[in-house]
């Protein structure tokens, strides 16, 4: 059963389409992440719910409902997807709270060990993620880490994905299948799990060398070579990264296959202690998202702090004023919601992506996770190398 009613609060992040608040349920006071769209991108909203909405894994991000309500600018009818809150943010945001990378190995092991979990759920749904990234994980309250962001997901048959065959996700993590606009499947994902194992070692994505995405994408479809290993990683972690780094789709090992790895069969889980930040005051952060990787949110000066603590929303006011770069909503909203829709449109629209590579602000038909769900403007159309690539460019 979804939540039946809630409290809209402080805005958490905003785009040019997308706004992610966060919330709480009235009934039983738990906190909420919702987003939020206009309707004219609905529909790329609810296909992102009905994927979600098929998931059940402690390793997926939860999807607690949706509704059609008045949108968050007031134009209109729009569309709002619950979610669970990640407090720890998104595994790039806790990269750099670490200093710019991970010098622990047992973390990157834990941490690619909750991922292979979260893929393995979805790859046995019939569902292939399609931009698997830092970003697009995020850290709970617990210490777990979490797949989110299901914006460019596709429902697969057999290894490949159903429907038009299009380039998605972000180039720096893509599989040269994917990035020659072949089929991508869940294979497509592990390669990109090897590409999230190297940016948690490195604090980088793979390919820095490239200025642009284009040269990249070609680099990445024809020239046969796989990223570079870290090298102080050990030899089980290199191994592991050779199996999802394997230029054949067809001989990368599986998400299920790589849980009985070594490198990751005896990872010790994080405690939520290590993982989720204790924020005395208020610091420029990125919070869990995926979407929005610009400057566009602005810290406020003026902390807001509640003395007591009486109701679900002194409780969210308590609790955002020591939370980073929060803007606060000038009023509080109590909404109704009839639980979780099951709606699909026939529309299948991809959604922006957040990272810019190698000096580029081009992304390839990325998409947007938890907290800060907004889309960049404008499309463009590039032939690289013979095949089409469907990019959108921020402003």
């Known amino acids: 059963m979804g939540v039946v009613e809630w409290t809209r609060g402080p805005t958490i992040g905003r785009g040019s389409s997308a706004t992610v608040s966060l919330a709480v349920d009235r009934l039983t006071g738990e906190l909420l992440a919702v987003?939020?769209?206009?309707?004219?991108?609905?529909?790329?909203?609810?296909?992102?719910?009905?994927i979600l909405s098929g998931l059940s894994s402690p390793y997926v991000v939860r999807c607690l409902g949706s509704e059609v309500s008045a949108s968050a600018d007031g134009s209109g009818r729009g569309f709002d997807m619950l979610m669970e809150y990640a407090p720890g943010g998104s595994l790039a945001d806790e990269i750099r709270r670490r200093g710019g990378r991970f010098e622990e190995e047992a973390l990157i092991r834990s941490r690619a060990r909750d991922i292979l979990r979260g893929l393995a759920h979805a790859h046995a749904a019939g569902v292939a993620h399609c931009d698997v990234k830092a970003r697009n994980v995020l850290i709970g309250a617990d210490g777990r880490a979490m797949i989110a962001d299901f914006g460019c997901a596709r429902r697969t048959t057999g290894g490949g994905i159903a429907g038009e065959h299009r380039v998605m996700g972000t180039p720096a993590f893509m599989a040269p299948e994917?990035?020659?606009?072949?089929?991508?499947?869940?294979a497509a994902d592990v390669w990109a799990l090897g590409c999230t194992v190297i940016e948690m070692a490195t604090g980088a994505a793979p390919w820095q060398r490239f200025g642009s995405a284009v040269a990249m994408l070609?680099?990445?479809?024809?020239?046969?070579?796989?990223?570079?290993?870290?090298?102080?990683?050990s030899e089980e972690g290199k191994d592991f990264l050779g199996r999802c780094l394997r230029q054949d789709a067809g001989e990368r090992w599986?998400?299920?296959?790589?849980?009985?790895?070594?490198?990751?069969?005896?990872?010790?889980?994080?405690?939520?202690?290590?993982?989720?930040?204790v924020i005395a005051k208020k610091e420029l952060f990125v919070s869990p998202k995926?979407?929005?990787?610009?400057?566009?949110?602005?810290?406020?000066?003026?902390?807001?702090?509640?003395?007591?603590?009486?109701?679900?929303?002194?409780?969210?006011?308590?609790?955002?004023?020591?939370?980073?770069?929060?803007?606060?909503?000038?009023?509080?909203?109590?909404?109704?919601?009839?639980?979780?829709?099951s709606d699909e449109p026939d529309m299948d629209t991809d959604t922006d992506s957040d990272s810019p590579v190698g000096g580029s602000s081009t992304s390839v038909g990325s998409s947007n996770s938890q907290a800060s769900h907004a889309d960049g403007d404008g499309h463009a159309q590039r032939q690289v190398a013979g095949y089409a690539v469907a990019s959108r460019t921020r402003p």
């Open 254 to 277: 599986t998400a299920e296959q790589l849980l009985g790895h070594e490198f990751v069969a005896f990872a010790s889980p994080s405690s939520s202690s290590s993982v989720v930040p």
């Open 178 to 186: 994917a990035a020659r606009g072949e089929a991508q499947g869940p």
């Open 218 to 233: 070609h680099h990445v479809a024809f020239s046969g070579e796989a990223p570079e290993l870290p090298p102080w990683l």
């Open 35 to 50: 987003k939020s769209v206009g309707a004219d991108r609905a529909a790329e909203l609810k296909r992102e719910q009905s």
């Open 290 to 341: 995926s979407v929005l990787d610009q400057a566009l949110w602005e810290e406020d000066d003026d902390d807001t702090t509640a003395d007591t603590v009486d109701g679900p929303v002194d409780r969210v006011r308590a609790l955002a004023a020591g939370a980073p770069d929060w803007t606060w909503d000038a009023s509080w909203i109590t909404v109704h919601s009839s639980g979780p829709s």
